[in-house]
């Protein structure tokens, strides 16, 4: 079946821009997390959504950072008035539930390069 | 601190031979979730075993395993029989309650760099 999809695969936007990234998960997975990813590191977890709510959002850096889920299915994370910083691999993942043996799915990520 | 710890930034082995690659954790919760996944250059994340902290029996997987020593909070990923296409990023990531809902946050560690050498 189909995996988790992100789009765009890249984007680049200038400083102070506005940008969207969309996941949409696997068919039937009510979980739903949001990760950032700089190179050479791990993970870092931002957002997780259970069902069209936002259950833990406290990874999000600042309040330019928000996303949203609102059908339970394709998410959207938004980041206003980008910063060079951002610039990172955006990841979203899905899980069929929300127990201690869940396996997270990964899309390919999203690069954002902000200029 | 660092929840997850990779103590190996680069790891290389020979065709064929196996490879462990180190994972340390730290928690109070009784009840977690152990995983490996492999990144590989293309960037995506690609699950390969999970140990449950009550899991009596330590999880395998085809050619990988995973040497759980709960009492040292080690989950060390044994990988047997190298491949070239081994060659990737190995993250370790644990599963824990966090602080608003349960087993809902997974926290990764930095990530080893295994090369598989022909």
């Known amino acids: 079946g189909a995996g988790v999809s992100q789009t765009p695969s890249n984007k680049v936007t200038e400083k102070g821009k506005y940008v969207e990234l969309r996941c949409d998960p696997i068919?039937?997975?009510?979980?739903l997390y949001w990760y950032r990813q700089s190179l050479g590191q791990g993970p870092e977890f931002l957002i997780y959504?259970?069902?069209?709510?936002?259950?833990?959002d406290s990874g999000l850096p600042n309040d330019r950072f928000f996303a949203v889920r609102p059908e339970g299915s394709v998410s959207t994370l938004k980041i206003q008035r980008t910063e060079r910083g951002d610039s990172a691999v955006y990841l979203c993942?899905?899980?069929?539930?929300?127990?201690?043996?869940?396996?997270?799915?990964f899309g390919p990520g999203t690069r954002l390069l902000v200029l | 601190a660092q929840k997850i710890t990779q103590t190996q930034p680069g790891m290389f082995v020979q065709e064929k031979e196996a490879v462990t690659l180190d994972c340390t954790y730290d928690?109070?919760?009784?009840?977690?979730?152990l995983f490996w996944y492999k990144q590989p250059s293309s960037g995506e994340m690609i699950f390969l075993i999970y140990?449950?902290?009550?899991?009596?029996q330590n999880a395998t997987e085809g050619r990988y395993s995973l040497n759980f020593q709960k009492a040292r909070k080690s989950a060390n990923l044994v990988i047997s029989a190298s491949q070239l296409g081994d060659s990737a990023m190995y993250f370790c990531?644990?599963?824990?309650?966090?602080?608003?809902?349960?087993?809902?946050?997974?926290?990764f560690g930095p990530g080893t760099s295994l090369s598989v050498i022909p």
């Open positions: 993942a899905s899980s069929l539930g929300r127990g201690r043996k869940e396996t997270q799915y």
């Open positions: 068919s039937g997975h009510t979980a």
């Open positions: 959504f259970q069902g069209t709510g936002a259950a833990d």
């Open positions: 928690t109070s919760d009784p009840s977690y979730g």
């Open positions: 140990q449950g902290s009550y899991d009596q």
């Open positions: 990531a644990m599963r824990e309650a966090s602080k608003k809902t349960s087993y809902d946050k997974v926290i």
